[in-house]
């Protein structure tokens, strides 16, 4: 089931994002990670597979209730740093 929608500029859609083309993604594909940046935390989701990912211009969100943590917009650091030339 993919609730969570992917928001995008078409400029930022890049076939080296592992989400390229896509309009959703499902829950199990992206899990919420957030790290502390100079003193504050900033939450950021990745895809489940493991890899090297930085943020590529894609936002997650969801009017879905079974997913609060995608009810505020969030970014996708889904661009695969190993594919990056």
Same mark, same amino acid.
């Given at each position: ?8 500029? *078409?400029? $930022? ?7 390229? #083309?896509?309009?959703?993604? =499902? ?12 003193? *504050?935390? $900033? ?7 493991? #890899?090297?990912?930085?943020? =590529? ?29």
């Amino acid at each position: 089931m993919r609730d969570i929608q992917i928001y995008r500029s *078409t400029d $930022y859609d890049c076939v080296i994002n592992l989400f390229n #083309g896509r309009a959703d993604v =499902g829950r199990e594909e992206v899990v919420i990670k957030t790290k502390n940046v100079y003193g *504050t935390l $900033y939450t950021y989701a990745e895809p489940s597979i493991p #890899g090297q990912y930085a943020f =590529g211009g894609t936002i997650l969100f969801t009017s879905n209730g079974i997913f609060p943590e995608f009810n505020a917009p969030i970014k996708l650091h889904d661009r695969r740093m190993d594919l990056e030339s």
